[in-house]
């Protein structure tokens, strides 16, 4: 059965530091979204991507974080200068597509655990 | 603005008992509704779905969930749980016409031999 996949699993990094984390969409998907959890926290929606170019994004998404389908198969979400309050676990979902009216279901990846330190 | 509120962080049950948690939901916009299990180490999995139609809605592994309109609920049953149905339950809304899910904080089922 196809899935998403995200890489890496775990991630540390300094605070200050750049990260990209990595995922592989379902491969007729073309609707893209990025979550977070905070630990103890809810998932919270982040940025969703379509036809490339992001669709909606939330609060969360300032000018820190940017996405990018950069080849047929990947989508990736860019933290630049981390902060203490990035660190979440991270997750990427996909969805065939979506109409009005019609909510496709999205699946999501195993997450990337980002700390930052 | 929505939200989702899970009224129980934890529910524990003894295994072959039957287990209901609880979802509520705020809208000013109609919504669907979504049921996700996450197992330890392991991305979210969609249980069940309610978009339109009969209001009692089934899903995967023996789960199903009732829709009430005028109690904005969207409570997740089983009759019967297995160790294995130990995970962390997700409730979440998709205000129509948009893409995005709003989760609820989640509750922990732990089931017990």
């Known amino acids: 059965e196809p899935e998403v996949t995200q890489t890496p699993s775990h991630q540390v990094t300094q605070m200050g530091q750049e990260v990209i984390l990595r995922c592989v969409p379902i491969s007729n998907h073309l609707y893209f979204y990025w979550y977070r959890q905070i630990l103890g926290q809810k998932v919270e929606f982040l940025v969703s991507f379509y036809n490339n170019e992001i669709s909606e994004k939330s609060e969360i998404f300032d000018d820190q974080f940017s996405v990018e389908r950069p080849d047929g198969s990947n989508f990736t979400l860019k933290i630049r200068s981390t902060k203490l309050e990035d660190s979440a676990m991270y997750f990427c979902?996909?969805?065939?597509?979506?109409?009005?009216?019609?909510?496709?279901?999205?699946?999501f990846g195993p997450g990337t655990r980002l700390l930052v330190l | 603005a929505q939200s989702v509120t899970q009224l129980d962080s934890q529910v524990p049950v003894f295994e072959e008992a039957p287990v209901e948690l609880r979802c509520n939901y705020s809208?000013?916009?109609?919504?669907?509704l979504f049921w996700y299990v996450q197992y330890p180490n392991q991305g979210l999995q969609l249980l069940l779905k309610y978009l339109s139609g009969s209001t009692l809605v089934k899903g995967i592994n023996g789960f199903e969930a009732e829709f009430n309109k005028s109690q904005t609920s969207f409570h997740l049953r089983k009759p019967s749980v297995h160790i294995s149905d130990t995970a962390e339950y997700f409730c979440?809304?998709?205000?129509?016409?948009?893409?995005?899910?709003?989760f609820g904080a989640g509750t922990r089922l732990a089931v017990h031999p």
């Open positions: 979440a809304v998709s205000p129509g016409g948009y893409n995005k899910l709003i």
């Open positions: 979902a996909s969805s065939r597509d979506s109409h009005w009216n019609i909510q496709e279901t999205q699946y």
């Open positions: 809208s000013s916009v109609s919504v669907y």
